[in-house]
């Protein structure tokens, strides 16, 4: 057997899909165009739309102090509707930024513009998801199942946004983090002021790390016209990100002083731990940043998984002190 590095590539495997990715190594040959239209081969989007719903969860536990095996279905179910709808998400996207990605050297090889899917068969499988994602959705409270619905409306709105704002990052903030305020509301059945502190912290961390991944394209996109942050800040994109590195941090940080009562002064720093730890790994980004070399830039956009799952941990073992 040939070492990896002589390995053929697998066909119609997407040029920035983690090597050895379960789809291109394992799924059959039928449903691989569909999975990577979901990014199936590329895990980190489903784990940045989750994990917000996880600090959402967590810290409406701490809250009000109460947990029930539906906290633990909550938990579950965030994981597998995150999965279906940054699947159902991501074929919006690629079917309305199809001429677009055939224009962009990383995105060509996505299975729209490189033909492996047709836009009719595309919007059959977002289809698909959607349904999927409604069943699950349809298990928590009614206030949520609203919430749910209502998160539509910034998912089918985002992929337009790079061309009408340098700032697309804000839409996409405004759909990835909506699950910190359903899932909040499935705990408690409705909404609070931390609630909304942690989706604005929420919106800010995206704005750092997508801004980071956008610089990827901003030679390509800047030929065609796509408007980023990464093109509106261009070299003082540093700057800017240690703004909304503090921005989001603090944010978090007031969402837990609004949450956990004082008289509970482990449970509260436990909680600020996991907030200082995202900061600490958000200046680590900051001090790997390379903005003209893309395997860096992709690195450090991966390794927002690693940030986000910091709180939910901290946040996680702040329930049990």
Same mark, same amino acid.
């Given at each position: 057997m @040939?070492?990896p590095?002589d390995?053929?590539?697998?066909? =119609?495997k997407?040029?920035?899909?983690t090597?050895g990715n379960?789809?291109d *190594?394992f799924?059959p040959?039928?449903?691989? #165009?569909?999975? *990577?239209l979901?990014r199936?081969?590329?895990p980190?989007?489903?784990?940045l739309?989750l +994990?917000p719903c996880w600090?959402g969860?967590?810290?409406a536990? /701490?809250?009000?102090g109460n947990?029930?095996?539906?906290?633990?279905?909550i938990f579950? =179910?965030?994981?597998?509707?995150?999965?279906?709808?940054?699947?159902?998400?991501?074929?919006? &996207?690629?079917?309305?930024? *199809?001429?677009i990605?055939a224009?962009?050297?990383?995105?060509?090889s996505? @299975?729209l513009p490189s033909?492996?899917?047709?836009v009719?068969?595309a919007l !059959?499988w977002m289809?698909?998801?959607a349904a999927i994602?409604?069943?699950?959705?349809?298990?928590?409270?009614?206030?949520a199942?609203?919430?749910?619905v209502?998160?539509?409306l910034?998912?089918?709105?985002?992929?337009?946004?790079?061309r009408?704002?340098?700032?697309?990052?804000?839409f996409l903030?405004?759909a990835?983090?909506w699950?910190?305020?359903?899932?909040?509301?499935a705990?408690?059945g409705?909404l609070?002021? #931390?609630?909304?502190?942690?989706y604005?912290?929420?919106?800010?961390?995206?704005?750092?790390y997508d801004?980071?991944y956008a610089?990827?394209? !901003?030679?390509d996109?800047?030929l !065609?016209?796509?408007?980023?942050?990464a093109?509106?800040?261009a &070299?003082?994109?540093?700057i800017?990100l240690?703004r909304?590195?503090a921005i989001?941090?603090?944010l978090?940080?007031?969402?837990?002083?609004?949450? !956990?009562a004082?008289?509970? #002064?482990f449970?509260?720093?436990?909680?600020? +731990?996991?907030?200082?730890?995202m900061?600490?790994?958000?200046l680590?980004?900051l001090?790997? /940043?390379?903005l003209? &070399?893309p395997?860096i830039?992709?690195?450090v956009?991966?390794? &927002? *998984?690693?940030a986000?799952l910091?709180?939910?941990?901290?946040?996680a073992?702040a329930l049990?002190?």
């Open positions: @040939p070492p590095s390995r053929p590539e697998p066909e =119609g997407v040029a920035d899909a090597d379960w789809v *190594r799924a040959e039928t449903i691989r #165009p569909f999975l *990577r979901s199936a081969d590329r980190i989007g489903t784990w739309l +994990l600090w969860l967590t810290l536990m /701490l809250s009000d947990s029930s095996w539906h906290d633990l279905w579950m =179910g965030c994981g597998g509707g995150a999965w279906l709808m940054r699947g159902a998400g991501c074929t919006w &996207n690629d079917i309305t930024d *199809r001429k990605d224009a962009v050297a990383r995105t060509r996505r @299975p033909g492996q899917v047709t009719q068969a !059959i289809a698909v998801q994602a409604f069943v699950i959705l349809l298990t928590f409270n009614q206030a199942i609203g919430l749910g209502l998160a539509l910034p998912a089918a709105i985002y992929p337009f946004a790079k009408f704002t340098w700032w697309p990052q804000i903030g405004l990835f983090n699950g910190a305020l359903l899932a909040w509301t705990h408690s409705s609070a002021a #931390p609630a909304f502190l942690l604005g912290a929420g919106i800010a961390w995206t704005l750092f801004t980071v610089h990827q394209d !901003i030679e996109d800047a !065609i016209g796509v408007k980023s942050t093109r509106l800040f &070299n003082r994109t540093p800017w240690m909304f590195l989001s941090t603090g978090m940080t007031l969402a837990c002083l609004s949450t !956990i004082r008289n509970q #002064p449970v509260l720093a436990t909680a600020l +731990l996991g907030v200082m730890g900061g600490m790994h958000m680590w980004q001090r790997q /940043l390379q003209t &070399n395997l830039l992709l690195m956009f991966r390794s &927002n *998984r690693t986000g910091i709180p939910v941990i901290f946040f073992l049990l002190v």
